[in-house]
């Protein structure tokens, strides 16, 4: 809408948990990213005493015949160890002296003039938790130094290998280095812990600025604008992925970012976004009814999935497998599917057969940290092992998937308690300072449900056509939350509106009307 006013970004609650966040983030800001506690516990997870960690930042490039280049996204590994968010850095740690040592570009005056100054030696000093800060046009000779003896290089692929590593009597080993750094990143410090919080608070108060205005927006590319405007403004100006804002039936496409759809005649939107904060991801999703009110059908759909994601939420805690909430997720979901009369016949046969999987196709989630999709550690978070499915942005689980899930939770079956036991040490269990999303789903994709589901026999018996052709313009429906795993529960940073506050929210302003 052309009169859109984007006075609205830096609004502020001023509630007492507002102003005690703020404060909290007072302290935080001022620390250094704990780069060198990072290095010692990679080291740890090695299980190693000796050797040289060597990791390259993300080198500068252009686009392909152009004078432009992407914006800078730091590789994650070596932010990890380095805190440093620039291009054409470095970073060497030294097991046995515990030396961290970070290699910079240096900038000359020509350099300053167009594209402004990176620290120097000194001054990056000061910024980051490192034992050493050095150029690095030195860097080759360090390597020649160290590299003249028996020495292992832990390189997170051999094609980051320096060339100066070639001919000399180092051991270049390029496998365990990412499984440990993976392990590493799987259980948050503080630190981080207080990045994904301030990420998670900023995405939330794009979310609600988007509840606020809803009524006055008639396209998705407008939801789009007031989050990445809220963001931006708050000093959160990267996202953590493309922003989804899909209403009607472009809700029933899980990774749809067109956003340029008009929202009249539309009941529902998915708004899937989330800003990072230094590097650090949140992952935060919304269902809000467009004319400021569910109908009888969006309102059913959107209460199921209400209910899956509080119960499973409720539920989290150490020494629980995430695999475990999702089929709770699912049985919730084949519940309130067969009282809606979308699925039919008898509850145990339809469970067995996994056909909920037409409608609740993806994981109930991931961990959250330097990536959306963060890194798991040694084990699997939701899928079996040896399922062959993709553990991309969001991992499907088909029927097939489904069932040997439940399989595995089930004593009998063929299953001896030894084997059910070996089953589940295959799986990831919570621990506690871990941040998992909990984001239950409920999708009408006609094309996915039609293709794989009406067309087989084994589910096609238990949906009935005919009541599920009127939830098709519902589209889709998610709600997600980002939750950190305490050492006796949980808590949930994520404040956006969901449930009967989004709807009040909403409404608000046309009531004072």
Known sequence: MEDLDFSFILDDEFDAVAIAKREDWEVWKTRKYPAKEHARKVAQKLGV???????????????????????????RYFYYLSGANFHDCFVTYE???????????????????????????????????VDEVRYSSQLHKFFESRLSSPTVLYVLHEDQTPAVAKGTKVKVNSWMLQPAMDRARCIKDEYEIAMI????????????????????????????????????????????YSIIAGSGVNASTLHYDENNQPLEGKELVVLDAGCEWQCYASD?????????????????????????????????KPGVQFYQLHLHAAAVAVVGLLKLGILKGDIGEVTKAGTVTAFFPHGLGHHVGLEVHDVPGSLPLMTLLNLGLDGGKRQ??????????????????????????????ERQVLEPNMIVTVEPGIYFCREYIEGYYLTNPDHAKFINKDVLEGYYTVGGCRIEDDILVTEDGYENLTSAPKGQEMVDVINAKKGRQ
């Open 284 to 316: 935060v999703t919304r269902t809000l009814p467009i004319k400021g009110r569910f109908s009888t059908k969006g309102a059913a759909i959107y209460n199921l999935v209400q209910t899956m994601q509080e119960e499973c939420i409720s539920k989290v």
């Open 95 to 129: 097991i046995r002296t515990d030396a961290l040592i970070l290699w910079i570009p240096y900038v000359e005056p020509r350099q300053v003039l167009w594209f402004g100054s990176t620290p120097d030696t000194a001054k990056a000093k000061q910024l980051y938790d």
């Open 197 to 240: 919080r301030r990420a998670n608070d900023v995405s939330s108060a794009g979310h609600r600025k988007v509840a606020e205005m809803l009524l006055r927006l008639t396209n998705e590319r407008e939801i789009e604008a007031i989050f990445q405007a809220v963001c931006t403004a708050r000093g959160a100006r990267s996202q953590a």
């Open 49 to 75: 005493s000796d050797g040289i960690i060597y990791l390259p930042g993300q080198p500068e490039n252009n686009y392909e015949d152009s004078d432009q280049g992407p914006p800078l996204r730091q590789r």
């Open 396 to 425: 499907m689980i088909n029927a097939e998937a489904l069932t040997k899930m439940s399989a595995a939770m089930r004593l009998g079956d063929g299953e001896t308690a030894t084997a059910r036991a070996k089953a589940l040490k």
